[in-house]
């Protein structure tokens, strides 16, 4: 059992990275059923926050079949960031999340995400803003380092400990990578195997099947896995992985029946959460990555993301079950586009 404050998890957590633009709670839903012990939303960010600007707001939206789920956020301001915990902490999720890790631009340029692993000094101060100003137990998600030249992730996981984080989460790349290359897990496992380090410590990047999920378990020992990617249009991987390690089996992939089955679940919970248009609009990223592997699914996919309507959807939906009932689809990973997943995990 892993433990993060009194948030009892299972003795080898898989943990769904958060996702701007990804991890909403529709996502997070269909996640949760099928195999994911821990979530997290995506990215709020501070100054949103404050200024209680409605995306962020929204974003805050948390339900309890969800749980455990945390909450995180992100900002360079230690101000800021106090209060921003304390307006998390209203709607109570079980841990608030702070995101040292995310490269991209737009959050860098302001000093937040991964800019903060250039100050370590700004970085523990920022940690201990969020830790003085909620009960909730805080975890932090970052990277190995700004670049290859100023890999700081050891003296990082000890000065955030210090501070009284509970948990730490750690994408195997520096920011200058992105997600280009290969994440490095070896100083990961130096973390995790550090005699000083007592907090668990959950490895991130490019776990995309059950086989390497279990290679990287017995190779780098760490706590548990954090999947980001790998669950965009295919939350079946949490089970697989889950049902690997338990058995040394791999499940059969999953039929039409169920995907379909899971786009349905994934469409109307979008709807139900962003309104009609906005949840269409918003679900259309998403089928490609469902319907990934079946011959001649162009037709069909050029439809899902055109048509305006739920019956019409619906009607779509049924055509490619009637259709696809006896054919299986290639074993393939999923197709991701960095900017459209800009904060996600590996």
Wanted: include cysteine; proline fraction near 5%.
């Amino acid at each position: 059992m892993v433990k993060i404050g009194n948030i009892q998890l299972p003795g080898f957590p898989l943990l769904l990275a958060p996702m701007e633009d990804v991890s909403d709670p529709p996502f997070r839903a269909v996640c949760k059923a099928n195999g994911a012990d821990l979530l997290y939303t995506e990215f709020i960010s501070s100054e949103g926050l404050i200024r209680d600007a409605i995306k962020s707001r929204q974003k805050l939206d948390i339900f309890d079949a969800e749980r455990p789920v945390g909450i995180q956020i992100f900002g360079g301001d230690e101000e800021a960031m106090a209060m921003s915990a304390r307006i998390v902490e209203t709607v109570n999720p079980d841990l608030v999340d702070i995101n040292f890790g995310c490269p991209v631009k737009k959050v860098v340029s302001k000093g937040a995400g991964a800019a903060v692993l250039k100050d370590i000094d700004l970085m523990t101060r920022l940690t201990k803003a969020v830790v003085n100003s909620t009960n909730k137990p805080v975890t932090v998600k970052t990277r190995l380092g700004w670049d290859e030249q100023s890999i700081n992730i050891e003296e990082v996981a000890l000065r955030l400990q210090d501070c009284g984080i509970q948990a730490l989460s750690i994408h195997g790349r520096t920011r200058a990578q992105l997600y280009k290359g290969t994440a490095d897990w070896r100083l990961i496992a130096a973390i995790k195997n550090n005699p000083r380090i007592h907090i668990p410590i959950f490895g991130n990047g490019d776990i995309d099947s059950p086989q390497k999920a279990l290679e990287y378990k017995n190779r780098y020992g760490v706590d548990g896995i954090m999947i980001g990617r790998a669950a965009i249009g295919y939350p079946w991987v949490f089970n697989e992985i889950k049902h690997y390690l338990q058995t040394g089996e791999l499940l059969p992939l999953p039929t039409i029946q169920q995907r379909v089955a899971v786009i349905r679940k994934h469409l109307h919970k979008s709807v139900e959460w962003k309104g009609e248009v906005l949840g269409i609009l918003e679900m259309r990223r998403h089928y490609t990555n469902y319907l990934k592997g079946y011959p001649n699914i162009k037709e069909y996919r050029t439809k899902l993301v055109t048509l305006q309507s739920l019956p019409a959807i619906d009607e779509v939906l049924q055509e490619i079950e009637r259709v696809y009932a006896n054919v299986p689809a290639l074993a393939t990973k999923p197709v991701v586009n960095n900017e459209y997943a800009e904060c996600c995990g590996g």
